[in-house]
């Protein structure tokens, strides 16, 4: 049985009158990434700081393996890595000495240095943080998260600012940390980032999760396309029957776009009717919908409310 390490049921939280998060549930099981998706504003970093400890529920339940962040705040500050959308750094403490001082702080026994190397910073012990990137510092920061191994990691925009380089050397060591069984809730503005390493998904909008699941129920949101350039001689008419809806405006133009819920029956009966009429089909390309599609329909209101994929 999968052991769910991260709940969060009905969640409410407010800011005065304003309700940030109306009602966000999921759980995340030993071992996952769940990527926390979504537009502006949408109430992911809100959801993220009662996981955190740092903001008490309207209403709902929060439990980070099995405990209250705000109860029980010691137990589960001791095994939860944290890593802030914006964080302050001492400018004048060397690397070294930042992370020194930080696992001082920390009840986690952990190394400085591996937690240095870890993020290819070892090199940078001797500079001071002032002196730093961006995105060594954003790595300064994961660092200072991970350090001491933590079970539970909490990456609020991991890699935002980060050169597409230094993002995957941070997916990297994400993925090593995940195969060592670290369960991570993630937020991001990169879908890629969620493609590449989320074993399930939600995007928000509005306080709410608009949709969730594996990448795969998520994309199984919205139609697959199947596109190709109307073959000369071919008449609209001529084209064979399918499930889903073809363009009439495109095919003015010549071009067939089909938007099909039944991609693997609909591209049967395109390929069939063109070996049938022995027709090249210029211009081919069936395809799911992809996660930038589906992330616009939520932000559109298009598939708000339509929860897919929650265990
Ligand atoms: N301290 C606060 N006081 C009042 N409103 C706030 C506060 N913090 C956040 N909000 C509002 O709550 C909503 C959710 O904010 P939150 O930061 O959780 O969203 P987000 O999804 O993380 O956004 P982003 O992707 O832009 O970081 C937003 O409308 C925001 O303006």
């Known amino acids: 049985m999968t052991e769910t390490v991260i709940d969060v049921r009905d969640l409410v939280c407010r800011y005065g009158d304003f309700e940030a998060v109306r009602g966000v549930s999921l759980d995340v099981a030993r071992g996952e990434l769940f990527a926390l998706l979504g537009t502006n504003g949408a109430g992911k970093t809100t959801t993220l700081e009662t996981l955190e400890g740092h903001r008490k529920p309207a209403s709902g339940t929060v439990r980070v393996l099995g405990a209250d962040p705000i109860g029980e705040r010691v137990a589960v500050r001791a095994r939860t890595g944290i890593m802030l959308q914006h964080s302050g750094f001492a400018p004048d403490l060397t690397v070294i000495e930042t992370i020194r001082l ?16 870890r993020l290819d910073l070892g090199h940078r ?9 961006g995105g060594e510092r954003r790595r300064l920061d994961l660092a200072m998260a991970t350090y001491g191994d933590p079970p539970v990691l909490f990456l609020d925009e991991p890699t935002t600012g980060l050169d597409p380089e230094s993002r995957k050397r941070t997916w990297d060591v ?61 008449a609209a008419g001529d084209l064979p029957v399918l499930s889903g809806d073809v363009d009439g405006a495109a095919l003015t133009a010549g071009q067939v776009r089909v938007d099909t819920r039944e991609l693997q029956h609909d591209l049967g009966a395109v390929l069939d009717w063109a070996r049938n009429r022995s027709l090249r089909l210029s211009g081919l390309r069936a395809a799911h919908a992809s996660l930038d599609e589906v992330f616009h329909a939520v932000r559109d ?10 265990r």
Request: glycine share 10%.
């Open 102 to 117: 930080w696992g001082d702080l920390s009840t986690r026994d952990g190394s400085a240095e591996h937690a240095l190397e």
């Open 125 to 133: 012990r001797d500079v001071r943080v002032k002196q730093l990137s």
């Open 174 to 234: 994400v993925r090593d940390l995940l195969s060592g069984g670290t369960t991570v809730l993630l937020t991001t503005h990169y879908l890629e980032e969620a493609e590449s390493l989320a074993h399930r998904l939600a995007i928000m909008h509005e306080g709410r999760i608009a949709v969730s699941g594996s990448l795969t129920d998520v994309l199984a949101r919205r139609p697959a396309s199947i596109r190709f350039d109307l073959p000369h001689g071919v």
């Open 301 to 310: 209101g298009a598939t708000v409310n339509e929860e897919v994929g929650v």
